[in-house]
């Protein structure tokens, strides 16, 4: 038997409206996070379909605000590579070509500082003699963090980072 507790709130279609403005007025949300907070609350599709229009006339709603505030954000505080972005950006299901545009956001000089940066920190951290094992652990690193490839290997040949 569900616990009173466990159960989700069900709210009316005006509700829903109201909790959605405050929702998105609350943070940039991408179209998916709001519709799927919507079916949550109990909406049947033509309601959340509605909601969705309105928050999008009234401007709650923005897919490409949402994207570029989503790449600033995790380029700058989580230090995430481009290709991580779209990763996370695809997750939250936004067009190809709103990711496109979002990606023009981040400065390329900045950009490649920030490996430069976090590859630096990195290679002061990894305590390995070895400087071909070394050089790997910082690729695979700068890797996962979602750069590019190339731009890896360009700064590892260029900053000397495996000594």
């Known amino acids: 038997m569900d616990h009173p507790s466990n159960r989700q709130k069900t709210y009316?279609?005006?509700?829903?409206?109201r909790k959605a403005e405050s929702?998105?007025?609350y943070q940039e949300r991408a179209q998916q996070e709001v519709r799927d907070k919507l079916y949550q609350w109990g909406l049947h599709k033509l309601d959340v379909e509605n909601i969705?229009?309105?928050l999008i006339e009234e401007n709650f709603l923005n897919e490409e605000r949402f994207a570029k505030a989503y790449v600033l954000g995790k380029f700058r505080m989580k230090s995430w590579g481009k290709i991580k972005i779209t990763q996370g950006l695809k997750i939250k299901q936004v067009s190809a070509p709103l990711i496109k545009i979002a990606l023009k956001e981040i400065n390329p000089e900045e950009y490649?500082?920030?490996?430069v940066s976090i590859l630096e920190k990195k290679s002061k951290l990894i305590q390995e003699n070895d400087s071909f094992k070394k050089r790997n652990k910082l690729y695979q690193y700068a890797l996962g963090k979602g750069f590019e490839n190339n731009l890896i290997l360009e700064v590892l040949k260029d900053n000397d980072l495996e000594n």
């Open 52 to 54: 969705i229009s309105y």
């Open 112 to 115: 490649f500082e920030r490996l």
């Open 12 to 17: 009316t279609a005006l509700e829903a409206k």
């Open 23 to 25: 929702y998105c007025a």
